[in-house]
């Protein structure tokens, strides 16, 4: 899910836009274009402590005027105030309360969303205790004393407001992870499953009725749970009706839809074959993390280099998935099986991980000193304003730049290539996205 939104409401001039300058630390505003999140507002991310989130300012609100676009101005606080998780409604603590804060105050006492009542223009200490007293008389709760432009204050009211932010993907670390088990027919994909459930604690095995196109199993290892979802199992089930050679490819897509992490398991004595190469596309297209399964490990004949060259090759053929990592098994054996799920764990996290803008924004500028973006015929040259991370699940950067046709391919990838230098992120693509100033 994209970042949690924080709205900013209260009557023209007491100080909103000062307030959100000062949450996203002076940076420029964005219309954001991601789904779930309305193109006509202007969202500006902002972060405190490890938590991110988006400000998006509502314009001034006013209740006891009929100037004609007044009802607009007031649907949008409306629309922006739905999709938000706390609301912070400023009023001018050197004004006082007036009757439009009463109105604002009444409206916004019938919403769902919890509210920050912060008193703007509070510059002494003494001075804007007494005059954020005088705001109780709202019923919004505790008034919180600020000055938006000398920022004082500023960092007690984000302190409680993260409080009331939802939890951040990475405390959902309880739910299981589902893993598909993809691959050509014989590679010994029924064989993998069956030494997984040899070695770990099946919960439930195997699920059926609960899809035609896969039969799920759940595997506990160290308190963490596994949805196994086996590809190969129904072809054997109703082996009457397709032949062993049989392969079901939209099975397959529609497992690793299904999966975090998808086990693509590759026949070590073919190597990696064209069918193949449709899956590793079709598992970077979903964005899913992967481990490159190569098995029948035993049935090679190997001596000191075969493996580098092995893999050399492999990731020449699965370029797609140039950022999987190859593990090398016998589920005959099963040598390095359990090693398997250890690698799922990692690609699971990295796909899950979320990076902080402060953090992404240091790649960035040393990226751009070592290698300056290109300029073109005009003269005119690339410029990255910053990053922020907008989605987990793959990990989504949204780069903010002058104008995304002045950065060509190359240049792209060297961004790419150094976000994965620099963080990782093993196991799982990435995606880059390109925004032009509007
Ligand atoms: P908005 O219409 O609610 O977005 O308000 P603005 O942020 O544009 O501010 C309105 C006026 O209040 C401007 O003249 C600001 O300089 C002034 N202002 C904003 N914050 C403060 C503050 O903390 N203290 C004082 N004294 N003035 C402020
Ligand atoms: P699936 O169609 O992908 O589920 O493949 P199976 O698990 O049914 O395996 C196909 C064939 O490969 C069977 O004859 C297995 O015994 C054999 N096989 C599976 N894993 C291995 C292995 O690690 N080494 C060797 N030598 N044979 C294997």
Redesign the pocket.
């Given at each position: 899910m994209g970042l949690p939104i924080v709205a900013?409401i209260?009557?023209?001039?007491?100080?909103?836009?000062?307030?959100?300058?000062r949450l996203a630390g002076g940076k420029d505003a964005i219309v954001y274009d991601e789904p779930g999140i309305t193109r006509d507002r202007t969202y500006r991310p902002a972060y405190w402590r490890d938590r991110e989130f988006l400000v998006v300012?509502t314009?001034?609100l006013v209740f006891d005027d009929d100037t004609e676009f007044l009802p607009l101005i007031r649907e949008q606080a409306i629309a922006a105030l739905k999709e938000s998780k706390v609301a912070i409604f400023?009023v001018?603590?050197?004004a006082g309360p007036t009757s439009g804060d009463q109105e604002i105050a009444s409206w916004l006492r019938q919403q769902q969303v919890p509210v920050f009542l912060v008193v703007?223009?509070?510059?002494s200490p003494e001075q804007g205790t007494i005059q954020a007293a005088q705001f109780w008389e709202l019923g919004i709760g505790e008034p919180f004393p600020?000055?938006?432009?000398?920022g004082s204050g500023v960092g007690d009211l984000l302190d409680e407001v993260v409080q009331h932010l939802p939890p951040t993907d990475d405390t959902e670390e309880i739910r299981e992870t589902n893993v598909a088990i993809v691959g050509r027919p014989n590679v010994g994909k029924s064989s993998l499953l069956n030494a997984f459930l040899g070695e770990n604690r099946a919960i439930v095995s195997p699920i059926s009725g609960t899809t035609r196109d896969a039969i799920d199993t759940v595997v506990e290892r160290d308190g963490k749970t596994y949805r196994l979802i086996d590809t190969a199992g129904i072809r054997k089930k109703k082996g009457v009706e397709y032949g062993p050679e049989f392969f079901g490819i939209n099975r397959a897509f529609k497992a690793i839809r299904r999966a975090d992490v998808v086990l693509l398991v590759i026949d070590a004595l073919d190597g990696a074959t064209e069918q193949d190469q449709k899956l590793a596309g079709r598992i970077a297209e979903e964005g899913r993390a992967c481990v490159i399964v190569v098995n029948k490990w035993d049935a090679v004949e190997k001596d000191s280099y075969t493996l580098n060259e092995y893999e050399r090759q492999l990731k020449n053929r699965l370029y797609f998935l140039e950022w999987a990592e190859t593990i090398f098994v016998s589920a005959l054996t099963g040598q390095r099986v359990a090693k398997i799920l250890d690698l799922v764990d990692t690609a699971a996290e990295q796909h899950q991980r979320r990076v902080t803008t402060s953090v992404i924004n240091e790649v960035l500028e040393e990226a751009i000193s070592w290698h300056s973006p290109p300029t073109n015929r005009q003269g005119r040259q690339g410029k990255i304003y910053y990053g922020t991370q907008v989605r987990s699940q793959p990990p989504t950067i949204t780069l903010f730049v002058n104008d995304p046709k002045r950065f060509n391919e190359n240049y792209r990838r060297y961004i790419e290539r150094q976000f994965r230098t620099a963080l990782g992120f093993t196991g799982t693509p990435i995606r880059l996205f390109w925004r032009g100033k509007k």
């Open positions: 900013i209260g009557r023209p001039n007491v100080g909103k836009s000062t307030i959100v300058n300012d314009g001034g400023v001018d603590g050197q703007n223009k509070c510059e600020v000055s938006g432009i000398h």
